[in-house]
């Protein structure tokens, strides 16, 4: 089966909780909802647990507890991410883990390292690294069908999201 990631860009934290209310509307899961974001948007209530998922640095903590409240805080795997030359954001979805994995560290490293293990091209990867560091959120659903990927794309649209772009991923059969 392939599946596909749709990205896109936005630069409030209340734009990006409407689209996450619209995709869920729409029929996508939480568990395939993720948002990375600068750490000062989230809110206070955040607890933080000091342990360390990826020894390269990547990763210097993992929060739990409500990730800002209302509609992000339903998201799947919170963390907290130090990223050099990026700074302290939060991540929450699938894209925790490609953040915080072992590889991300050996590859370009943090943000872009941890995108292109993703699937996303080396070259869109910096662009929203840059995105990130000028305070912007990044949000991505993944996807099954053609039919996903143009109505997580219609969503981006109409809520004035930048940067869109989708990338596939093709599963390996095991042996």
Known sequence: MSKTAVFCITNS?????????QLTAAGFVYSDISVLMPAS?????????KTSKAPEGTATGAATGGLA???LGLLA???SLAIPGVGPLIAAGPILAALTGAAVGATAGGVVGGLIGLGIPE???RIYEEELKTGNFLVSVHTTTSDEVTRAKDIYKAEDAESIS???EVAVPAH
Request: no cysteine; aromatic share 0%; proline share 0%.
């Open 77 to 79: 795997g919170i963390g």
């Open 123 to 125: 070259i869109e990867a």
């Open 69 to 71: 409240g209302g509609v």
């Open 13 to 21: 934290r209340a734009q990006t909780e409407r689209i996450v209310e």
């Open 166 to 168: 989708s990338t596939s």
């Open 41 to 49: 948007e989230a809110r206070q209530d955040i607890g933080h647990v």
